[in-house]
Protein backbone atom coordinates (compact mmCIF):
# COMPACT_ATOMS: atom_id res chain seq x y z
CA UNK A 1 0.00 0.00 0.00
CA UNK A 2 1.52 3.63 -1.24
CA UNK A 3 1.28 6.27 1.45
CA UNK A 4 -1.38 7.73 -1.01
CA UNK A 5 -3.49 4.56 -0.85
CA UNK A 6 -2.91 4.83 2.63
CA UNK A 7 -4.25 8.27 3.37
CA UNK A 8 -6.87 7.75 1.23
CA UNK A 9 -8.15 4.21 3.27
CA UNK A 10 -7.56 6.08 6.82
CA UNK A 11 -9.78 9.40 5.34
CA UNK A 12 -12.38 6.71 4.02
CA UNK A 13 -12.54 4.61 7.17
CA UNK A 14 -13.06 7.64 9.15
CA UNK A 15 -16.01 9.16 7.10
CA UNK A 16 -17.60 5.48 7.24
CA UNK A 17 -17.30 5.75 11.33
CA UNK A 18 -19.01 9.00 10.85
CA UNK A 19 -21.81 8.05 8.46
CA UNK A 20 -21.99 4.48 10.70
CA UNK A 21 -22.24 6.90 13.82
CA UNK A 22 -25.00 8.81 12.30
CA UNK A 23 -26.90 5.25 10.99
CA UNK A 24 -27.26 4.61 14.82
CA UNK A 25 -28.74 7.51 15.94
CA UNK A 26 -31.10 7.08 13.12
CA UNK A 27 -32.05 3.70 14.26
CA UNK A 28 -32.06 4.68 17.90
CA UNK A 29 -34.41 7.36 17.29
CA UNK A 30 -37.01 4.62 15.66
CA UNK A 31 -36.18 2.40 18.70
CA UNK A 32 -34.32 -0.16 16.81
CA UNK A 33 -32.09 -1.13 19.57
CA UNK A 34 -29.75 -3.97 18.66
CA UNK A 35 -29.26 -2.40 15.12
CA UNK A 36 -28.13 0.84 16.55
CA UNK A 37 -25.91 -0.94 18.92
CA UNK A 38 -24.28 -2.81 15.74
CA UNK A 39 -24.25 0.31 14.29
CA UNK A 40 -22.43 1.96 16.97
CA UNK A 41 -19.46 -0.68 17.36
CA UNK A 42 -19.26 -0.59 13.88
CA UNK A 43 -18.70 2.82 13.84
CA UNK A 44 -15.69 2.94 16.56
CA UNK A 45 -14.29 -0.45 14.67
CA UNK A 46 -13.87 1.66 11.12
CA UNK A 47 -12.44 4.21 13.33
CA UNK A 48 -10.01 1.91 15.08
CA UNK A 49 -9.33 0.15 11.67
CA UNK A 50 -8.21 3.57 10.40
CA UNK A 51 -6.01 4.29 13.43
CA UNK A 52 -4.46 1.26 12.62
CA UNK A 53 -3.69 0.70 9.32
CA UNK A 54 -2.28 4.67 9.63
CA UNK A 55 0.39 3.23 12.24
CA UNK A 56 0.81 0.09 9.76
CA UNK A 57 -0.65 -2.53 11.81
CA UNK A 58 -2.94 -4.71 9.99
CA UNK A 59 -5.72 -7.02 11.25
CA UNK A 60 -7.85 -10.24 9.68
CA UNK A 61 -10.17 -10.17 12.43
CA UNK A 62 -12.52 -7.95 14.69
CA UNK A 63 -10.70 -9.96 17.69
CA UNK A 64 -7.47 -9.33 16.03
CA UNK A 65 -8.44 -5.52 15.44
CA UNK A 66 -9.91 -5.37 19.39
CA UNK A 67 -6.58 -6.60 20.70
CA UNK A 68 -3.72 -4.79 18.50
CA UNK A 69 -6.12 -1.30 19.32
CA UNK A 70 -5.35 -2.57 22.99
CA UNK A 71 -1.73 -3.13 22.72
CA UNK A 72 -0.51 -0.40 20.90
CA UNK A 73 -3.01 2.46 22.19
CA UNK A 74 -4.50 1.46 25.41
CA UNK A 75 -1.74 -0.34 27.64
CA UNK A 76 0.55 2.74 25.88
CA UNK A 77 -1.72 4.96 27.86
CA UNK A 78 -2.29 6.64 24.80
CA UNK A 79 -6.13 6.15 25.07
CA UNK A 80 -7.52 5.56 28.82
CA UNK A 81 -8.79 2.09 29.47
CA UNK A 82 -12.21 2.94 29.36
CA UNK A 83 -12.13 3.26 25.35
CA UNK A 84 -11.00 -0.48 25.22
CA UNK A 85 -12.88 -1.63 27.21
CA UNK A 86 -15.84 0.17 25.33
CA UNK A 87 -14.63 -1.65 21.95
CA UNK A 88 -14.91 -5.19 23.74
CA UNK A 89 -18.45 -4.62 25.45
CA UNK A 90 -19.63 -3.27 22.19
CA UNK A 91 -18.45 -6.37 20.32
CA UNK A 92 -20.02 -8.74 22.53
CA UNK A 93 -23.01 -6.97 22.90
CA UNK A 94 -23.13 -6.73 18.43
CA UNK A 95 -22.74 -10.14 18.98
CA UNK A 96 -25.16 -10.98 21.63
CA UNK A 97 -27.91 -8.52 19.63
CA UNK A 98 -27.20 -10.08 16.16
CA UNK A 99 -27.00 -13.53 16.60
CA UNK A 100 -28.74 -14.37 20.02
CA UNK A 101 -32.58 -15.71 19.78
CA UNK A 102 -35.13 -13.78 21.40
CA UNK A 103 -32.97 -11.22 22.32
CA UNK A 104 -32.99 -7.23 22.86
CA UNK A 105 -31.81 -4.01 24.03
CA UNK A 106 -33.50 -1.13 24.98
CA UNK A 107 -33.84 2.55 25.14
CA UNK A 108 -31.79 2.64 28.80
CA UNK A 109 -29.39 0.34 27.69
CA UNK A 110 -28.19 1.74 24.40
CA UNK A 111 -28.64 5.42 24.58
CA UNK A 112 -25.67 5.77 27.19
CA UNK A 113 -23.17 4.26 24.45
CA UNK A 114 -23.39 7.36 22.01
CA UNK A 115 -21.70 9.91 24.28
CA UNK A 116 -18.96 7.84 24.74
CA UNK A 117 -18.64 6.20 21.45
CA UNK A 118 -19.23 9.83 19.82
CA UNK A 119 -15.80 10.76 22.20
CA UNK A 120 -13.66 7.72 21.18
CA UNK A 121 -14.09 8.88 17.54
CA UNK A 122 -13.38 12.07 18.01
CA UNK A 123 -9.90 11.08 20.04
CA UNK A 124 -9.09 8.84 17.26
CA UNK A 125 -9.52 11.45 14.87
CA UNK A 126 -6.94 13.45 16.75
CA UNK A 127 -4.81 10.77 16.94
CA UNK A 128 -5.22 10.24 13.82
CA UNK A 129 -4.15 13.72 12.75
CA UNK A 130 -0.95 13.59 14.56
CA UNK A 131 0.42 10.94 12.73
CA UNK A 132 -0.20 12.69 9.43
Known sequence: MTFEDKIAYVKYRIESSHRTFDA???????????????????????????LLV???????SHAATKSQFSLHFVKTGKFDKKYGKLLSELFDWRQKGDYENIFDYDKESV?????????????????????L
Do not use: C, H
Open 24 to 50: AKVLAENEFWNSAVNRLYYSIYYAVNA
Open 54 to 60: LNEIYTK
Open 111 to 131: QPLFNPVNDMIRLIEEEIKKG
